[in-house]
């Protein structure tokens, strides 16, 4: 490893390393106003590794566009490509990544689970959400998570996260709430019901749909879709009370839908 710190004014040298998280301008302008006090910090250089004719930033995206901003010199470090790996691991800890952190660095390194989780996200469903459907409704933050994290996801079941994209993409024009988080929690929690018919539910969805209101939680959510998909039926259907047995189950485990 070449610990000599150099630096230049030549920004055209470096180019982003893309399995980091995307820079927040809101932090640029911070780095900004504390580099027109104090410049850039020499002990705080950018840690780069070699490709080709440029520099791949590994840490320090935010001190880059900082300085380029104010015309500052670039502080740096060259490391050896395999560096990465330790980096990102430390910052990883350091600035606390957020699932869809992890899922857009793996994703930038070919894994196709990540790949299509994240394309679920761009479909509509948030990330935490859209793995749970994936890895058969299990509770994200018990199971989910370590393998995210660790790079290990692997898809098991699409059925649950297609059935819902499917349905933003062909009502949510129409019903713009079936695009909130809050609906495909408590959908998901639905579609796991004995008895629950999805046809009959775009059945209902097509005369009440416009009655949905604005729910903060997926219970509040759940017993909208309780009430329009039972609206002028005889034979109701109980969803919030199947939901909520199902979420109290013997082993006392609560579905990720209902938190």
């Known amino acids: 490893m070449n610990t000599t710190i150099k630096n230049t004014r030549n920004y055209e040298l470096f180019t982003e390393n893309h399995e980091q998280r995307p820079v927040s301008k809101t932090h640029v302008n911070s780095i900004i106003n504390s580099m027109r006090c104090h410049g850039f910090v020499q002990s705080k250089p950018l840690q780069v590794y070699k490709d080709g004719g440029q520099y791949v930033i590994v840490d320090g995206h935010h001190r880059y566009y900082a300085a380029k901003s104010l015309g500052l010199p670039i502080y740096y ?29 793996y994703a930038s390194r070919g894994l196709s ?40 996801f692997e898809i098991k079941d699409r059925w649950m996260a297609d059935t819902i994209v499917n ?30 018919e999805l046809n009959k539910f775009t059945e209902a969805l097509e005369k009440r749909g416009a009655t949905m209101e604005n729910a903060g939680t997926a219970k509040q959510m759940i017993q909208q879709i309780d009430d329009i998909y039972n609206y002028g039926k005889v034979y109701r259907l109980p969803i919030t009370h199947l939901v909520w047995e199902m979420a109290n189950n013997k082993s006392g485990k609560k579905t990720a839908a209902l938190k």
């Not at 470090?77 to 660095?105: C, G, L, P």
């Not at 394309?119 to 058969?136: D, M, P, R, V």
């Not at 993409?169 to 629950?196: D, T």
């Open 77 to 105: 470090v060259i490391e050896q490509e395999s560096a990465q790996e330790t980096i990102a691991d430390i910052n990883s800890k350091v600035k606390s990544w957020k699932a869809d952190d992890y899922v857009r660095m």
């Open 113 to 152: 689970d990540y790949i299509e989780l994240m394309a679920y996200k761009e479909s509509g469903i948030n990330i935490t959400t859209a793995a749970s459907f994936l890895y058969n409704n299990i509770s994200y933050t018990k199971v989910v998570s370590s393998d995210i994290v660790n790079g290990t």
């Open 167 to 196: 349905l933003i993409n062909e009502y949510g024009e129409r019903f713009p709430l079936l695009k909130k988080q809050a609906f495909a929690k408590a959908f998901g929690s639905c579609l796991r019901i004995k008895g629950f």
